[in-house]
């Protein structure tokens, strides 16, 4: 999925993540048809109690036999990193823009998990995936990686927030700014399961300004 760029991810929403039937050509170019069965996995994650997901029925969706789904990926697993490879190249390609753009400074924190929650709204599927839901089933790797996803995003948090001074009474730096940067990414993980689990009705930025004004000094 490399070819789309992050900007495409924010503005695409369901779309990208394979909503509706993935077209099939009888011959795709070379790395369609790989593309399209990410599209495919993705798309049936939107799907409710879509949680695990067997190859027979992503072969079955996309017209082709398991034999054909292995010629492209060696396992399902490989078939969720491609999905999570796709994750973390499109949000902190996104984050980097804000950063290099604006800097690093505490408002820019609010914005680096605004982004998070608006990609998770977008690409419900994907969703799934970002809160280990669709990887309950499969090798555990998947789910470390997940982790070390969301502690990158902490780590980005409290690059941003180095320069807030606490209120008098209150933990001196560092300790304030680690504290911060985990309730932050605490609230993202949250919000994001919420909409998971609520099967995509509850919007991961319901009232996110006034909530991300209130973690921010």
Request: charged content about 25%.
């Amino acid at each position: 999925m490399s070819e789309l760029t992050p900007e495409d991810v924010i503005a695409a929403g369901p779309e990208l993540a394979g909503a509706g039937a993935v077209p099939v050509r009888k011959r795709p170019k070379p790395g369609e048809r790989r593309e399209q069965i990410l599209q495919a996995l993705a798309s049936m994650l939107e799907q409710p109690g879509a949680e695990r997901i067997t190859t027979a029925a992503l072969a079955a969706r996309l017209g082709v036999s398991e034999a054909a789904l292995y010629r492209h990926f060696s396992s399902k697993a490989q078939m969720f990193e491609g999905l999570i490879d796709f994750i973390e190249n499109s949000v902190f390609t996104l984050i980097n823009q804000v950063l290099e753009r604006e800097g690093t400074q505490p408002a820019q924190a609010a914005r680096v998990v605004a982004l998070l929650l608006q990609f998770g709204e977008k690409n419900p599927g994907m969703t799934r995936v970002m809160v280990g839901d669709a990887l309950v089933f499969e090798h555990e790797r998947l789910q470390v990686r997940m982790n070390q996803f969301f502690d990158r995003v902490e780590a980005q948090l409290r690059q941003c927030l180095r320069g807030v001074t606490d209120e008098p009474g209150h933990a001196p730096q560092p300790v304030g700014v680690s504290a911060r940067a985990s309730m932050m990414v605490g609230f993202a993980m949250g919000r994001l399961q919420r909409f998971a689990r609520s099967d995509f009705k509850r919007s991961p930025t319901e009232h996110l300004d006034l909530v991300l004004s209130w973690m921010l000094p």
